[in-house]
């Protein structure tokens, strides 16, 4: 008898430099994983990372590090992307309503991709549409998410499970009530994973 593997959730944000390689990484290894867009932060958290984003020593540092790893896939100057922002809530709302309609796996990859790879504008809903066209999503049902109440509301019910969990940041995973924080913990994680098979 094969023996069912836990489920590991991985807490994101298309914002993030580290979330994009972390998911990037995990799905190279082929880990299964359910997803959490992190976009509102539990009131806790905000006034610390409010703080933290005035350190222009560890901003600095960011954008050093991201160049670094960045280039290792082949994109460079990542640090002007890093810089646009986006009505995030928006964008993980289109994302929701693919992921309820079987197609999350495929608008994160492409969400992903667009943001850090092709460089555009995941707040402009005519980069949405076109990543539904390229998936084979129905485009109307991602727009019309973007400004739903309903699926604001349930990105908002997601502090609850950061706060339950204690997750900080992007990207974070959770395996058996363990967190692995960072894009550089997969390697650890994945053997983790193993030791259970």
Not at 12 to 18: A, E, K, T
Request: charged share 35%; proline share 3%; net charge positive.
């Amino acid at each position: 008898m094969v023996k069912k593997m836990e489920e590991i959730t991985c807490f994101f944000n298309f914002r993030s430099p580290y979330g994009y390689l972390g998911v990037r990484k995990a799905l190279e290894k082929n880990i299964k994983l359910k997803f959490i867009p992190v976009c509102y932060l539990p009131k806790e958290l905000i006034q610390f990372l409010a703080d933290a984003s005035k350190n222009d020593y560890k901003r600095s540092y960011l954008f050093e590090d991201c160049e670094r790893l960045f280039e290792q896939i082949g994109i460079k100057n990542v640090s002007e992307i890093i810089s646009k922002e986006a009505n995030w809530p928006k964008i993980h709302a289109a994302w929701l309503c693919a992921e309820e309609n079987g197609f999350g796996d495929n608008f994160m990859i492409e969400a992903f991709e667009t943001r850090w790879r092709d460089r555009l504008d995941l707040g402009k809903k005519e980069i949405i549409e076109k990543i539904c066209i390229k998936i084979g999503f129905e485009k109307d049902l991602a727009i019309n998410a973007m400004d739903n109440e309903d699926y604001d509301s349930k990105l908002k019910s997601y502090t609850k499970i950061m706060r339950k969990n204690k997750i900080f940041g992007v990207p974070t995973f959770l395996y058996k009530n363990e967190r692995y924080w960072g894009q550089d913990r997969i390697d650890i994680l994945y053997d983790r994973v193993l030791k259970d098979k």
